[in-house]
């Protein structure tokens, strides 16, 4: 309102005040308001157990070679063994940061005296990040969401530290 009183009725701010019938007038504006994500994700290859294969012991093969007499001195080794078999898995790993800033100038413009009687620039700076990874069973990695607030939840942190400032 008080911008299309200044601008239709090209009047001056006191007289602004005059018709509002008040006695501190208060403007500014945000000069910055931004939230930047950055994301660094990486490829991780881990080697897990997937079974057992049962295969003929290499032991067994060598004592059923030797000669009759000796293999009736020894007991037999196991005929079969089980032999671990692995696969290779593939997961994401990554971190994201979020960055938020925000400016806001205020002015107080004191009705009574016709001036501005005080002008600062407030700032606020928001920071959080968090590593994420997808969940492998089979090789025992858990998962880890990732856990950042949304872009509208650091404009309203921003927000918020700005109106403590000007408190």
Avoid: C, H
């Avoid at 994301?39 to 004592?63: S, Y």
Wanted: proline content about 5%; charged content about 30%; aromatic content about 6%.
């Amino acid at each position: 309102r008080i911008d299309l009183l200044l601008e239709e009725q090209k009047r001056e701010l006191k007289t602004v005040a005059n018709l509002l019938n008040v006695d501190l007038i208060i403007g500014g504006n945000v000069s910055l308001l931004n939230v930047d994500r950055q994301n660094t994700e990486n490829l991780v290859t881990v080697k897990a157990k997937v079974g057992d294969q049962t295969i003929i012991n290499p032991e067994f093969e060598v004592w059923q070679r030797l000669p009759k007499s000796k293999r009736d001195s020894e007991p037999p080794p196991p005929k079969v063994i089980l032999l671990p078999t692995y696969q290779n898995f593939t997961y994401k790993k990554g971190r994201t940061s979020v960055k938020g800033y925000a400016s806001v100038s205020l002015r107080v413009f004191d009705t009574t005296r016709g001036a501005i009687t005080y002008a600062q620039e407030f700032n606020a700076k928001f920071l959080a990040s968090d590593e994420y990874q997808d969940e492998v069973q089979m090789a025992g990695v858990k998962s880890d969401p990732q856990e950042l607030p949304s872009d509208t939840e650091v404009r309203e942190k921003l927000r918020n530290k700005i109106i403590s400032q000007i408190a």
